[in-house]
């Protein structure tokens, strides 16, 4: 029996209408772990997957590589540390796709443990790009992500145990659910300040950039989740913070306990939520569960 419509035409979901395909980018992703997760979306993902990268010929040669596994990615240029760059992308996507549906902030920088750069200099380069120029993205594209749309944010297991070794009052500020973006961006800035200075461990921070840089993310996701609950409320958008675990990249080393793929697994799982659903929302996920924050 034919199934008949009170409408002429069939209903059609926003994210998959014919005039906007499904698109998902992921940042910092021609190697490691952003590098897995576009080949698990090209499997798993309805749409167009794009691998970004700031290198153009890194870039096209990952996408070489996944091609010919038989996956059909598409490569789109994109610096998180230029503004123009951002820019660019988020035209892009707005003109070409009418927006994103997903978005994987995966783009991060760590140094090595024995790198001897002093450890000022270590904060505000690992900040700049972790924290600031992350949360530039996010500001960017924030406004072009679909309704049902996922974002990801690409966090560590290192932002709790830093939040962990903050002082108490610092604690306090991390966890609370009034703490606004502008008094995060200046805690970040004062930790950079301060570990320039040298007094970082004396006004309450963990000796651990990479950490901090991490924990401003997680608590930048549980803002900005917030946020589009307060101003997007029926758009059904789910951002997420996670931890993709110890996997084997140039950043973690060869000793990790995960492959790549196996890492890409939160961050994929938490991309591809089912339509309708409504949490995880503003979480730290790992593993693919919640985790107290």
């Given amino acids: ?79 998180i540390t230029d503004p123009e760059s951002v820019r660019a992308a988020r035209d892009f996507f707005k003109e070409k796709y009418g927006g994103l549906d997903v978005l994987i902030n995966n783009a991060g920088i760590a140094f090595k443990m024995a790198d001897k750069t002093p450890f000022g200099i270590q904060a505000e380069v690992t900040l700049k790009t972790n924290f600031l120029s992350t949360r530039d993205m996010c500001n960017m594209f924030l406004p072009i992500i679909k ?18 070794r903050c002082s ?37 921070w963990p000796d651990t950039a990479y950490g901090v840089s991490k924990l401003g993310l997680t608590v930048l996701s549980r803002i900005h989740a917030w946020q589009l609950r307060r101003e997007r409320p029926g758009d059904c958008i789910l951002l997420n913070a996670c931890c993709p675990g110890w996997v084997r990249t140039d950043m973690a080393g060869p000793n990790a306990t995960k492959s790549p793929d196996e890492g890409a697994i939160t961050p994929v799982y938490l991309a591809l939520l089912p339509a309708g659903s409504n949490e995880p929302h503003g979480q730290f996920v790992s593993e693919k569960q919640v985790q107290v924050w």
């Fill in 1 to 79: 029996m034919a199934v008949r419509y009170l409408n002429p035409d069939p209903p059609v979901r926003p994210a998959e209408s014919m005039s906007n395909p499904r698109v998902a980018l992921v940042t910092g992703s021609n190697k490691g772990i952003g590098f897995a997760v576009v080949r698990a979306l090209c499997k798993q993902f309805t749409g167009d997957v794009y691998l970004s990268a700031r290198d153009v010929g890194r870039g096209t040669k990952a996408v070489e590589s996944l091609k010919a596994e038989g996956l059909e990615p598409l490569f789109r240029h994109l610096d």
């Fill in 147 to 164: 309704p049902g749309g996922r974002v990801v944010n690409v966090s560590s297991v290192m932002s709790s145990i830093a939040l962990s």
């Fill in 168 to 204: 108490p009052e610092l604690q306090a500020r991390f966890r609370s659910e009034d703490i606004t973006e502008e008094e995060l961006v200046q805690l970040m800035k004062q930790f950079i300040q301060d570990a320039q200075n040298g007094v970082h461990t004396k006004k309450g």
